[in-house]
C-alpha cells in the first residue's frame, strides 16, 4: 500500500462527495444516526469497515474504497508518531 503524504481524513473526502446534501437526509439514507456521520465528517471518527459498505452502496463507489482511505490515514498518522524500538527478525531458511 502506497501511503500518501499526510492524507485527508477520509471524513474531509466524504463531505466534499456529500456536497448539497444536508448531515440529517445523508445520515437517513446511509441508515446511521446523524452524530455517528458528523463524527465522521468531522474527523472525530473513523470510516468502519460497516460505514465503507454503507457508502460504497449509497454512493456507487468500490468497496473498500472508504476503508482503504481509513487505513492509509491511520497508517500515515501512527508513522509519524511511532517511537518504538523494534529489533529485526531473522528468519529460519
Known amino acids: 500500500m ?3 503524504h499526510n492524507p485527508p ?3 474531509e473526502v466524504l463531505r466534499e462527495w456529500l ?3 444536508t448531515v440529517t437526509e445523508a445520515a437517513e439514507r446511509l441508515g446511521v444516526t446523524r452524530a455517528a456521520l458528523s463524527r465522521v465528517l468531522n474527523g472525530g471518527a ?3 469497515a460497516e460505514m ?3 457508502l460504497s452502496k449509497a454512493l456507487g463507489t468500490t468497496l473498500g474504497t472508504w476503508y482503504s482511505m481509513q487505513a492509509g490515514y491511520d ?3 501512527a508513522q509519524k508518531a ?3 524500538k523494534v529489533t529485526p527478525i531473522a528468519v529460519a531458511a
Open 2 to 4: 502506497n501511503i500518501m
Open 9 to 11: 481524513h477520509p471524513g
Open 19 to 21: 456536497a448539497g446534501v
Open 46 to 48: 473513523g470510516i468502519s
Open 52 to 54: 465503507d459498505i454503507r
Open 75 to 77: 497508517l500515515w498518522h
Open 82 to 84: 511511532f517511537r518504538g
